[in-house]
């Protein structure tokens, strides 16, 4: 999977769990998008679902899902681990 279709389907991922009318793109910040503790916790799992993956919880951090890049380089770490 390359960096553009992951990105693509983690943009996915997060416009399913916000509202129709938020925008989101490869820069977001996911703050800013207004995505709160029940959107975060929709937003791991869809990932996780999407991807076929299980995140450790010392993963599931706001840190590690602040923007579409940190969230495609921690799941980009986790399909490697599962190669």
């Known amino acids: 999977m390359n960096d553009t ?8 991922c997060i416009q399913d ?3 129709s009318h ?10 800013k998008l207004g995505i709160n503790s029940l959107t975060f916790i929709r937003l791991v799992a869809s ?6 993956i299980e995140f450790a919880d010392e993963s599931i951090l706001l840190e590690n899902f602040s923007s579409v890049g940190k969230i ?3 799941v980009w770490d986790y399909l490697q681990k599962t190669v």
């Open 17 to 19: 769990v916000l509202p």
């Open 5 to 12: 279709s992951l990105q693509s389907k983690i943009i996915a």
């Open 47 to 52: 990932i996780e679902d999407s991807f076929e």
């Open 22 to 31: 938020v925008t989101v793109d490869e820069q977001s910040e996911l703050l």
């Open 72 to 74: 495609s380089d921690l």
